[in-house]
């Protein structure tokens, strides 16, 4: 019976891991107790695998088998197979792997580039670029001493109000000064994120591009690394 209980309850968990509130909340869990973007994105397989793992051998000694090669191939086949679900439903990009970034030393600086350590270049009315006011506030929750900004390549003044309505305060949202220089140095991909050294332009990530690895760099950065 305790045995059936431990498999219910850790089919339960995987069932719960598999859903997109679950991986959700296993990521922002880790976070919040200070662990690296990084660590938090790879903790959900490791967690995913155990579980997996805890399934299995419960099955084991509840399956009636009783060649011992059969037990072990049943175990591992579980074990494997909840790893996989959990991979089909949140695939592991190589954003989470290395860094993706490009070299930006040999671009000039520019004014948008000032008094700031990370810079997210935008165009007007982009989801991708919506969607980075979010990672910016989530990075300003865990670095409050990080200096954002969001440089918007448009003529209008009035998509501003767009992003600046959905930016924490501390988040400075403009115009860019050159806007056609500016998106060439973004390489043409929006939204950009340009880590920035003393005014100057760094590595560039698009947004394909910018994952754990590279929250980790700019976070490490803002802790002086």
Not at 14 to 39: D, E, I, K, N
Not at 42 to 53: F, K, N, Q, R, T
Not at 76 to 93: D, E, K, M, R, T
Request: overall charge neutral; some cysteine.
């Amino acid at each position: 019976m305790k045995a059936k209980l431990l498999l219910l309850l850790s089919a339960l968990a995987l069932m719960f891991l598999l859903m997109p509130v679950g991986y959700s909340y296993v990521r922002a869990q880790l976070l919040q107790v200070g662990m690296s973007w990084t660590v938090s994105e790879w903790s959900y397989y490791a967690l995913l695998l155990c579980v997996g793992v805890a399934i299995a051998w419960q099955l084991v000694r509840i399956v009636p088998l009783r060649v011992r090669w059969q037990r072990i191939v049943l175990g591992f086949a579980v074990a494997i197979l909840s790893f996989v679900l959990g991979f089909v439903q949140h695939p592991i990009y190589e954003d989470m792997v290395w860094n993706m970034a490009h070299d930006m030393s040999a671009e000039k600086a520019m004014s948008d580039y000032e008094n700031a350590d990370l810079v997210v270049i935008a165009i007007a009315d982009c989801p991708y670029c919506k969607r980075a006011v979010s990672e910016l506030n989530a990075l300003h929750a865990r670095n409050a001493a990080l200096r954002m900004r969001m440089v918007v390549c448009t003529a209008d003044s009035s998509w501003m109000q767009t992003y600046r309505s959905e930016a924490d305060e501390s988040i400075e949202v403009k115009m860019a000064s050159d806007m056609n220089r500016l998106a060439t140095q973004a390489g043409g991909h929006f939204p950009a994120y340009v880590l920035v050294r003393e005014g100057k332009p760094v590595w560039r990530w698009t947004n394909n591009e910018w994952g754990p690895v590279a929250k980790d760099v700019v976070e490490g950065v803002a802790n002086g690394e």
